[in-house]
T-cell receptor, first 111, second 115 residues
Framework: GQNIDQPTEMTATEGAIVQINCTYQ??????LFWYQQHAGEAPTFLSY????GLEEKGRFSSFLSRSKGYSYLLLKELQMKDSASYLC????????????FGSGTRLLVRP | DADVTQTPRNRITKTGKRIMLECSQT?????MYWYRQDPGLGLRLIYY???????NKGEISDGYSVSRQAQAKFSLSLESAIPNQTALYFC??????????????FGEGSRLTVL
């Protein structure tokens, strides 16, 4: 079966660092994606990992361990505008490369 | 202008009515998708199309149909809307994985309320 788990909600303080975890069990794997979604808006792409390790992009980093079925998104120097939902998605292992999404983690950044 | 455009952005309708949500894109992507988003359930795939002659069911296709009128246009229909189809609907596009960009590009969403 297909299952992607991430925490429902997290709270952090402006200027701090927060780590959002994602674990997955899927019938195949063609990469792991993180998207950011502000309330009522479209998801926007943040990062893509297909090999184990850390990918850094400015204040955001994403880590993948394929053997553990685990990823995390690390947000540094948090800003108020980072308050949003963060969606973990796995590319399916069949030829379609369809994305399967987790339910999302709602992050609230407080002053 | 947005690369992926959805119309209407908001729609309120009654049970039993036929509804069409339209999506057009200027990204030149072959692949188009329809997702619905419900609180606590994330994004779920309804239908997807990899080219004009290709239509595939996703996780939750019952009660929905689609039409790929052209490479740039992909519409979603609810033949007889019911209240549990109240949701936020997103159209998305992508390139095939071998063309570089792997991510989905989303439209701004269509909020549908069925009374």
């Amino acid at each position: 079966g297909q299952n992607i788990d991430q925490p429902t909600e997290m709270t952090a303080t402006e200027g701090a660092i927060v780590q959002i975890n994602c674990t997955y069990q899927t019938s195949g794997f063609n990469g792991l994606f993180w998207y950011q979604q502000h309330a009522g808006e479209a998801p926007t792409f943040l990062s893509y990992n297909v090999l184990d390790g850390l990918e850094e992009k400015g204040r955001f980093s994403s880590f993948l361990s394929r053997s553990k079925g685990y990823s995390y998104l690390l947000l540094k120097e948090l800003q108020m505008k980072d308050s949003a939902s963060y969606l973990c998605a796995v590319g399916g292992g069949d030829s379609s490369y369809k994305l399967i999404f987790g339910s999302g983690t709602r992050l609230l950044v407080r002053p | 202008d947005a690369d992926v455009t959805q119309t209407p952005r908001n729609r309120i309708t009654k049970t039993g009515k036929r509804i069409m949500l339209e999506c057009s894109q200027t990204k030149g992507h072959d692949r188009m998708y329809w997702y619905r988003q419900d609180p606590g359930l994330g994004l779920r795939l309804i239908y997807y199309s990899f080219d004009v002659k290709d239509i595939n069911k996703g996780e939750i296709s019952d009660g929905y149909s689609v039409s790929r009128q052209a490479q740039a246009k992909f519409s979603l229909s609810l033949e007889s809307a019911i209240p549990n189809q109240t949701a936020l609907y997103f159209c998305a596009t992508s390139d095939p994985p071998d063309r570089g960009e792997r991510e989905l590009f989303f439209g701004e969403g269509s909020r549908l309320t069925v009374l």
